[in-house]
């Protein structure tokens, strides 16, 4: 993704590049994850959560959203809440089937439940396909008109509820931080995932929410679908035409996936705020295709108050 910055703008000191961020819509959905413990809640969490940072490569692109208490759960346990976003509803269905029955059915003492409300525009088939795992041993129970599967295993049963709500989402938003040492950019990235943190709604599916190999769509090797975003290594200064600031030695990114427009833009306003209050940071900026790949667009210039003109 390049950055087509137009002029620079100045916030607490540090640039900001007149550009947008360039989102894309796609399927989401959220999954209540329970057990005996926050402990064994976080780690089927984390492990569903593997290998899900972004679509290019991956079958879905997820995150735990936040911890919940006892009192926010369906079966008034300890848990966490998971987003998942997709290209499509179908897709999405398929991952989230397989992860749920290889990273949540498998894990000690934990249940599964919709996050969503379920409309008959906006559903997918999760308990409703793992019950067949229970060897004609699974139960039906419905509450309302909520349909969950009890199927035995081990330790007692596993409960997952048969249909997961879907909403469309969001995906790709994201902030490119350049700082004058690599400590201070991941320091600045650091924060920045610290301040997405309070916010729900909202994920940041790489590894803690930084990525340090940004990509661009694309190679020079026909087989790759996307490729390093040269523009942005600091390395690569003065081979290839170069976004990053002369004394720049480190560029990490945030990409964020969200339910809302307005819950992206809260939550990128919160990072982008974070990230210039550390010193040594030498510029902000976002990645975008000239407006050819999402609809979506989230003008930094638009993000916080007080930004003025070099």
Known sequence: MNGSAQKELFFEGVRIADTFAEAFPATATRLIVTAVSHRWAGIAAQVFCGNATSVIACDVEAAVERTLDASETPDGR????????????????????????????????????SGLPVTSE?????????RYFGDGFQQSKKLGDRRFWRIPVMDGEFVCEDLFGTVKGIAGGNLLICGRTPAAALLAAEHAVAAVAEFSEVILPFPGGIVRSGSKVGSKYPTLRASTNEAWCPGLRGLVDSEVPADCQAT?????????????????????????????I?????????????????????????ICSE
């Open 78 to 113: 300890p848990g966490v809440s998971i987003l998942a976003f997709a290209f499509d509803r179908k897709s999405l269905e398929s991952a989230v089937q397989k992860r749920t029955g290889q990273c949540i059915l498998t894990c000690p003492s934990t249940a599964c439940f």
């Open 122 to 130: 906006g559903q997918i088939s999760i308990g409703g396909s793992l």
């Open 252 to 280: 990490y990114e945030l990409v964020f996936d969200g339910l809302s427009e307005q819950a992206l833009t809260a939550a990128m306003k919160a990072a982008l705020q974070a990230a210039v209050a550390v010193r040594d």
């Open 282 to 306: 030498l510029l902000i900026s976002a990645g975008n295709y000239g407006g050819k790949l999402g609809r979506f667009h989230f003008h930094l210039k638009d993000l916080l108050p007080g």
